[in-house]
């Protein structure tokens, strides 16, 4: 499965972005999709993830109430809604395909694939 990000960008704090993450998969819809993110000098952490049956969805703390995980099947395309962001918002976010996974994951280990990552800046 091949992903590609995009969507990311220089965005004043309190401003709002929308990341999309396409698949080159038709069985796309079998898989669990998540995000995750790299700040500077940090390790990956995870952000969000969204099931791949029934819609369900896992937040991380940080994020919580103020980003979005969405998916259409019929675009192979997973989005991430991110409102109020913060200059701490600001990292690599990458994209994520767990193979028809029985829980929703926080470990990156869990993820088969992943995209290359689109940079989000949040000034101040």
């Known amino acids: 499965v091949q992903l590609q990000a995009s969507g990311g960008g220089l965005v004043q704090a309190g401003g709002s972005l929308r990341l999309s993450c396409a698949a080159s998969?038709?069985?796309?819809?079998?898989?669990?999709m998540g995000w995750f993110r790299q700040a500077p000098g940090q390790e990956r952490k995870f952000v969000a993830v969204?099931?791949?049956?029934?819609?369900?969805?896992h937040y991380a703390d940080s994020v919580k109430g103020r980003f979005t995980i969405s998916r259409d099947n019929a675009r192979n395309t997973v989005y991430l809604q991110m409102n109020s962001l913060r200059p701490e918002d600001t990292a690599i976010y990458y994209c994520?395909?767990?193979?028809?996974?029985?829980?929703?994951?926080?470990?990156?280990?869990?993820?088969?694939?992943w995209g290359q990552g689109t940079q989000v800046t949040v000034s101040s």
């Open positions: 994520a395909a767990d193979y028809k996974g029985a829980t929703l994951s926080s470990a990156s280990y869990e993820y088969d694939y």
């Open positions: 998969e038709r069985t796309f819809s079998s898989y669990n």
């Open positions: 969204i099931s791949w049956i029934g819609g369900r969805t």
